[in-house]
């Protein structure tokens, strides 16, 4: 014989939160943390024009000095090295 099951009972409501004196200064620290992320990107954003000059000039330095064949010759092994495996 099938038998219904019984429920189980409502769970209480949570009780309504409270505003601790603390919330309000982490909020504003939490803003303050944000306003100076804000303005760190910013300044990263403002040399943005002076890193990629840089960075090309060392991608110049680097072609001009054959880096990457060097690189290359390194991963695949020179023919006759008895490291290359």
């Given at each position: 014989?099938?038998?219904?099951?019984?429920?189980?009972?409502?769970?209480?409501?949570?009780?309504?939160?409270?505003?601790?004196?603390?919330?309000?200064?982490?909020?504003?620290?939490?803003?303050a943390a944000r306003?100076?992320?804000e303005r760190q990107?910013?300044?990263?954003?403002?040399?943005?024009?002076?890193?990629?000059?840089?960075?090309?000039?060392?991608?110049?330095?680097?072609?001009?000095?054959?880096?990457?064949?060097?690189?290359?010759?390194?991963?695949?092994?020179?023919?006759?090295?008895?490291?290359?495996?």
């Open positions: 014989m099938w038998w219904p099951r019984r429920r189980r009972p409502a769970p209480d409501p949570a009780p309504e939160p409270q505003i601790t004196t603390e919330e309000p200064q982490r909020l504003a620290a939490a803003r306003r100076q992320a990107l910013e300044l990263a954003r403002a040399r943005r024009p002076e890193v990629e000059q840089i960075a090309s000039s060392l991608r110049r330095v680097r072609e001009r000095n054959g880096f990457a064949e060097i690189f290359a010759n390194a991963l695949r092994g020179t023919p006759g090295d008895p490291s290359a495996g």
